[in-house]
């Protein structure tokens, strides 16, 4: 199975304020769901301090594309984990990833970050076989996994 590197964005509206929030889905990993190999979720939130819009500052922003990119590179390495979501917005961001294995996706997430100073990180696991997370993530911008608008990100 080929990973790709397609995704899409779509807005949805923060469940208890005005803000937006800005979700970025990964298309085309189909034959990963199909696998049934991926059932666990692995939720990581980052709390930021939040502009009037509530996004993060531009130096939030930027240490928090550097975490991304580490994390995202550690976990699809060897295919432990798939990075197919992101939600920023309303004073947080979160990662999503449906992983293999809980205990090595913390033993790699902690080896990840390790050259970060300490981060405001919370996570949040549950199985999820049936990828009800994404598949809801997909609905946002009127698809269904495979039907992916190819924006990249």
């Not at 991926?38 to 939030?60: C, H, L, N, Q």
């Not at 699809?76 to 984990?81: G, I, R, V």
């Not at 947080?92 to 294995?101: A, D, K, S």
Request: net charge negative; with cysteine; aromatic share 10%.
């Amino acid at each position: 199975m080929k990973l790709g590197d397609v995704w899409f964005s779509a807005i949805a509206e923060a469940e208890n304020s005005d803000c937006m929030i800005i979700v970025s889905g990964r298309a085309e990993i189909e034959p990963f769901i199909q696998s049934g190999k991926f059932k666990e979720r692995v939720e990581i939130t980052w709390i930021y301090e939040p502009d009037s819009k509530g996004m993060p500052d531009e130096a939030t922003a930027k240490l928090m594309e550097e975490a991304q990119t580490a994390l995202k590179r550690a976990m699809e390495k060897d295919k432990l984990a798939i990075f197919t979501g992101i939600y920023t917005g309303d004073g947080e961001r979160t990662w999503v990833f449906y992983t293999r294995n809980i205990p090595a996706f913390g033993r790699m997430l902690n080896e990840a970050l390790a050259p970060f100073d300490t981060l405001p990180l919370s996570i949040y696991t549950e199985k999820d076989p049936e990828w009800n997370e994404y598949r809801e993530m997909c609905e946002l911008q009127g698809q269904e996994g495979e039907d992916g608008d190819d924006t990249e990100l």
